[in-house]
């Protein structure tokens, strides 16, 4: 199991720094300059991450992306860790460990640093906890899965996904496990989850909860499409290779009196995916108990093809070279289960991992568009940067950049010194919150990419395209050919125009 994660580990080690930033890892990054309890479309964990793993291990892609790479290693640990509590024994543990190992969604969130590589991580641990609640019938693991809740808040609010998933299922799945929600220990677990998470919360109230309109953006921009795809990215997220280990722990859960204690959790799986349906979440939210149940499927597996031969139960133990044919075809199986989860691993690391070259990212990109999104940052700010030469120098105190997204905005504050530019400021998410120019500044504006949101080239006059951005891989991503404009001044002091430019999604 440990060797599992430690090719995981030097996997994503020697290909960490190939490519450069993704645009939410640069903004996470100006978010870790601004730390705060909270954020307009986060809670604080992720860029307080940022911050600490650029000071330890550089501020560099490699650097930035090394906290990501331990939470991802971690995670395949956890999934094993399940697979024991719901009594695997060793290849069974192994193979729960290599099944997350080689799913799309673990190797993509190893890679690259965003919210969802806490919230994995944090949603196998909880999953881990209620499996041992569960198992043990011992109400004081609910302190534990409180203090793990109040921290994942602290990361995402999705975890409240899960409460309201597990809590119903817990209640239907018979008498043992409804009476772990008596007592006392379940209202102390959720004190201990609201103390945890208090600072982020009392935030976000004094804020207006921003997070719920930037929830509410998403559901209404890609709802429907996610929605359409949610079926079959739970395949390729965890990988089809594993549809029928996943399948085999669902029957399991369902039909093996041994584990009956542990059907809360499929139910819950189910219940998260209606919710994530109705709410038109992204379709990876419900991942991290998919895992699980290809987790309570690896025992099965284990049995008919490791831990059992043509004589017996525990045939598979004995002297190798035993005759039997049914032998032979379980040695026909590990080694077929082998190649699938080679081929798995080979698939899913070339499109999710930067394996291709740049140049050739467009194979995988409409797979997997965060690939295309960690390309041509620097090329961006160069872009900027020859439209800041077009302002005349005697004007360029009085000038501003602005950028119309925080992954623009990022690239600028990350790449802009290099060039000479002054800060970049942005009213886009909470680049809004960080403060408008001063009044003063009434020379030009430097805009970049304001097709996506014409309201905003609108509040500046006299606009002209004075430079393209280029990524040099002819990749289209969302800010290849983006204009960079040069405008005369704004239509209105900053302080009065800033509420007009804010947008959260």
């Given at each position: ?22 645009r939410d890892?640069?903004?996470f ?34 650097g930035?992306?090394m ?6 290693a ?25 099944g997350?190992?080689?799913?799309a ?11 969802a ?26 302190s ?8 994942a808040l602290?990361?995402?609010?999705l ?22 929600l ?37 559901s ?9 795809t949610?079926?079959p ?19 399991r859960l369902?039909?093996?009196?041994r ?5 809360p ?16 979440g ?7 108990p ?35 044919e ?11 289960l ?11 690391s070339?499109?999710?991992l930067?394996v ?6 467009s194979?995988v ?7 295309a ?14 439209g ?23 690239a ?16 886009h ?16 504006v430097?805009?970049?990419?304001p ?8 509040a500046?006059?006299?606009c ?18 983006a ?7 704004t239509?209105a ?8 430019l804010?947008?959260?999604?």
């Open positions: 199991m440990l060797g599992v994660a430690a090719a995981v580990v030097v996997l994503q080690a020697g290909l960490v720094g190939r490519y450069g930033f993704h890892e640069l903004y990054m100006a978010a870790g300059r601004h730390l705060a309890w909270g954020y307009v479309d986060q809670p604080p964990l992720t860029p307080l991450l940022a911050r600490l793993s650029t000071a330890v291990f550089g501020d560099g892609p490699a930035l992306r906290v990501a790479v331990l939470l991802g971690a995670t395949v640990v956890l999934v094993a860790f399940a697979a024991r509590e719901l009594g695997a024994r060793r290849a069974g543990q192994v193979l729960a460990a290599a997350a190992a080689v799913s969604m673990v190797l993509a969130l190893g890679h690259m640093l965003s919210t590589s806490f919230d994995l991580f944090a949603w196998t641990v909880l999953g881990v906890l209620v499996l041992r609640l569960l198992r043990t019938g011992d109400r004081r693991w609910w534990a899965i409180g203090a793990v809740a109040g921290v602290l990361n995402k609010d975890v409240l996904l899960l409460a309201v998933s597990l809590l119903p299922s817990m209640a239907w799945s018979g008498p043992d496990s409804r009476s772990l008596r007592g006392w220990w379940l209202p102390a677990g959720a004190l201990l989850t609201l103390l945890v998470a208090a600072p982020n919360l009392y935030w976000e109230a004094l804020h207006g909860w921003p997070q719920l309109t930037v929830a509410s953006g998403i209404d921009q890609d709802g429907l499409t996610n929605r359409l949610f079926v990215m739970q395949l390729v997220y965890l990988s089809p290779v594993l549809v029928p280990v996943w399948l085999a722990g669902f029957r369902r039909d093996d009196e584990v009956r204690w542990a059907r959790l499929g139910y819950a799986y189910l219940v998260l995916c209606a919710l994530v349906l109705t709410l038109g992204k379709p990876y939210y419900a991942l991290p998919l895992l699980l149940v290809m987790a309570a499927g690896c025992q099965p597996v284990a049995e008919r093809l490791w831990e059992r031969g043509g004589h017996g139960e525990q045939e598979g133990r004995g002297e190798p070279g035993e005759p039997g049914h032998r032979g075809g379980t040695r026909r199986g590990r080694v077929r082998v190649g699938l989860l080679l081929v798995a691993a080979l698939v899913n070339l499109i999710t930067p291709l070259a740049p140049g050739r990212l194979v990109s409409a797979i997997y568009p965060e690939s999104e960690q390309v041509g940052w620097p090329e961006l700010t160069a872009a900027v940067a020859a800041w030469q077009a302002v005349p120098p005697e004007q360029r105190g009085r000038a501003v950049v602005f950028a119309t997204d925080y992954g623009e905005a990022g600028l504050v990350r790449y802009g010194d290099r060039y000479g530019l002054p800060i970049a400021y942005s009213g998410m909470s680049f809004y919150d960080w403060g408008p120019p001063p009044d003063s500044a009434t020379g030009p430097v805009l970049v990419h097709a996506p949101y014409p309201e905003v080239e609108r500046f006059t006299g002209r395209q004075v430079a393209e951005v280029d990524n040099g891989h002819g990749l289209a991503n969302e800010e290849q050919h204009p960079v404009l040069v405008c005369t001044g239509v002091p900053w302080s009065r125009l800033w509420p007009r804010r947008h959260f999604y």
